[in-house]
């Protein structure tokens, strides 16, 4: 396969076939092939967004031990990290949500564990929906939902979800993958966007799940697209498999990037860092309170970074910064 060949398809937008993505994933991390994949999905991503990259938001209404156990989360029962639940008061989910409302995060995420129950992540919406300004797109971050539910989430002043299919669902998670595929179609059908990623990717994830799960994700054209690779919890199961670079990382977030349709706007990478801005990457996260990456209950104290470091990021990878609503939620 002639890589000359296949950029020069991707720059026409045509779309790529799962061999194709396998090959452009087969390539050293490090070599002129690779870093010219990475130039394509850098000049893509600037097109499709006009240069401006954005940074959405994510704070957790509560912390929990998740009996749904996906061994690379520091909530999953089985992982032991967290013992004890924690949940924000109404007030506090607020002023999490202002603060990032007044930092200019374009899109605020609101995430649960999988078992939260669903009539009061709709009550502690409703309060923060009241207390932002109408512009302000807020994002849901639930587990898997029905029809009747995903109906709710919209009514409750969400313009859409994250929600993925991630590696090995089912045999490394305790969900089925079925259910995701099936809550993914029924966001879309109750008119909530949906914005996605290939994900937590390690060092044993091969090229040919790699490129299986880009094509997934572009099969329901999505507000965005990425790739995240899985930070390691220290202690667990999964540590022992370590943890790709940030190189390889920005590999497979340009391949994500050619493996997409130009109908999706956004092209995600988690942790954000430059090697994934300059990759093509144009949507980071900040974080604040629980996250499932991290063994601090306050991910501000730990491996979360604020809206003013992921704007740092963009700037040094020479990218600007979208002000207002985002985009890949319209
Ligand atoms: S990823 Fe979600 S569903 Fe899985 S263990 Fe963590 S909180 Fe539970």
Redesign the pocket.
Known sequence: MNMHDLLKKASAGESLSQIELVHLLSVPPDSCDSYSVMAEANRISKELSGGYAEIHAQFALNLAS?????L??????VNGVFTEEIKLLPEEAVVYALQFEEKGANAIFVMT???YAFDHFIEMSQEIRRNMKPATTLIANV?DQTLENAKRLKDAGYAGVYHAL?LREGSD???SPQKRKESIRNFQEAGLYVGTCVEPIGPEHTNEELAAMIKFTASFNPSYSGAARRITIPGTRMAGLGMINELRMAQIVAVTRLGMPRTVMGNCTHEPCTLGAIAGANLFWAELGAN?RDIKARTEEGRGDTVEQCAALYKESNWDVWKGPSRYYQ
């Open positions: 998740c009996p749904c156990n996906c690379f989360c520091s909530f999953a029962q564990t999988a078992k587990g991630r998670t305790g969900l499932p």
